[in-house]
């Protein structure tokens, strides 16, 4: 089995002095907002399956004309981290001056769990979460389900802030180390304010599911779903849609469903064969959706509102 080692890792921990104890207590959530960008290279990974890069960027990163920064956006009050890899030349700043501008490798959406500081042994901050959206594929392929755990220590805090060492851990599939990072770091969480509630879902919505089912002997079948959902704002859901099951079309299905929201704009919408988690936009534009019942059904998509 092909392994990726991060090439003097140990070394590099081993050689890191400590870390100055800034004046954090132990407690979950006590994290403020923050931002993270590192560089990462061919052996910031450890894997047990090599990553899939396009050939352009494998050839790039090889012969040092790209180089790929990782950033990390963290919203204490929504409880999200919006990952982001983007393309960029190599020795380009840190962090990378127009992000905009730069393409994307991969771009994933964490709900956050968990997220801790300790000021023992050295200031330090552990989060963990669930990977709720990945709407472009890592070089592992879609992550979304995978439990993350991202850890860093830090010296100072605001826009002083200086990071490392930084592993994220996204289990089972990969980890990623790098020893620095530059950013910026708040110790006080901002309020965790009411943002939605079923009634944030209003509305006519397009949407579109991709995916696969799977049956009992275990193939593998294709499935795609265009249609429309009308929300009450009450929690209940009116869907019409045309499905291609493998080259079976269905179409002017109709059909009722229910769904429920929390405060941070997640939660489940309910079928009469199945549910699926939800993630709405706080202004309500944009719906993201994947199957978790039954597992058979991998197949995930988003709606925008009319």
Known sequence: M??????????ALLSISPLGRAQVQNSDNAIGDFTLERVLTLSSVTSPTPPTFP????AGLQNGTIEV??????????????ETILVVPAKSPLPFPSPGTAPIGDHYIIHVDSARI???PGASAVITGKVISNDAPTPWGDITGAIVT???GFQGSG??????????SVSPLYGLYS????GSLSLTPSPLAQTCSAATLNGVYMFQLQGSLQAGSGASSPFVDSGRFVADGQGNINIIDAVNLNGTVFTDRNFPATYVLDQYCAGTLKLSNGAMSIVVS????????????????????TAQLQ
């Open 2 to 11: 092909n392994k990726f080692t991060f090439v003097g890792a140990l070394a």
């Open 118 to 120: 300790t000021s023992q």
């Open 55 to 58: 050939p352009p960027v494998l």
């Open 159 to 168: 826009a002083s802030i200086h990071f490392g060492p930084i592993y994220e």
């Open 150 to 152: 991202i850890s860093f």
């Open 282 to 301: 706080k202004d309500a534009q944009r719906v993201n959706l994947i199957f978790t019942s039954p597992s058979s059904i991998a197949v995930m998509g």
């Open 179 to 182: 020893a620095t990072g530059v």
């Open 69 to 82: 920064h990782q950033t990390f956006v963290y919203n204490s009050a929504q409880r999200t981290i919006e």
